[in-house]
């Protein structure tokens, strides 16, 4: 598995997101302190505390190059 950190600090960057990373494959996973949620869930992602960064964790590593490629608006 690999990380990164994503910053969505208002709706639009939340938005973006989410249909960024719909389009791809695979499992990830967003986490902010101990609550982990999906990341292709716009539900989800506002549940978290979007003040702090918060951490995707992609399950596949093959993925990684395209996910932080396309994501790169969103990582800090």
């Known amino acids: ?4 950190n994503i910053s969505l600090n208002t709706v ?3 938005k973006g997101f989410v249909n960024a990373i719909s389009s791809l494959d695979g499992d990830f996973d967003l986490s902010s ?4 949620v999906d990341a292709k869930s ?3 992602i506002f549940s978290l505390d979007l003040s702090k960064v918060l951490r995707l ?3 596949d590593d ?7 490629a396309k994501l ?5």
């Open 1 to 4: 598995m690999a990380e990164l």
């Open 12 to 14: 639009d960057k939340v």
């Open 33 to 36: 302190g101990r609550y982990v």
């Open 42 to 44: 716009i539900m989800g």
């Open 57 to 59: 964790t992609v399950c």
């Open 62 to 68: 093959s993925l990684f190059e395209t996910v932080s």
């Open 72 to 76: 790169k608006d969103y990582t800090v």
